[in-house]
């Protein structure tokens, strides 16, 4: 079993670094009492590598994870991702329209082991 990241887009204050490092946290939390989780993941338009160039605010979301052992693997492009990815930014709808880009899921995995690491590495800072 691994856990699932989510967004629930009511709590949009919380979208920063700070408040996702927290997230991992609890997250850590979970995995020090749960033996059996794995990990967690999450799949989304938001761990496309490349929104580094299109919208480096995303930047966050996959840097963490990725800079202490989290996996990246491409999905694909579904018309889910395609409209979400281009309902909120001028500049990706005007990227995606004259085909510069395509919005792509990604699922970003963080093993147990790594993740714990990173969040004994974190609270001793």
């Known amino acids: 079993p691994w856990y699932e990241s989510h967004w629930d887009r009511r709590l949009i ?24 989780a794995r990990g967690m993941f999450g799949s989304s338009w938001w761990f496309d590598p490349a929104l580094d160039n299109i919208s480096p605010e995303f930047g966050f979301l996959r840097q963490v994870p990725l800079e202490n052992g989290a996996r ?13 990815a281009i309902s909120l930014s001028a500049r990706r709808r005007q990227l995606y329209e004259t085909g510069t880009y395509v919005p792509t899921n990604y ?14 590495r974190y609270r001793s800072q």
């Open 107 to 120: 699922l970003l995995a963080w093993t147990r082991r790594d993740l714990l690491a990173w969040a004994d």
């Open 72 to 84: 990246l693997f491409r999905v694909g492009v579904t018309e889910f991702a395609t409209r979400s």
């Open 13 to 36: 204050r919380q979208f920063t670094p700070d408040d996702y490092d927290q997230c991992y946290l609890r997250v850590a939390e979970l995995l020090e009492t749960d033996t059996t």
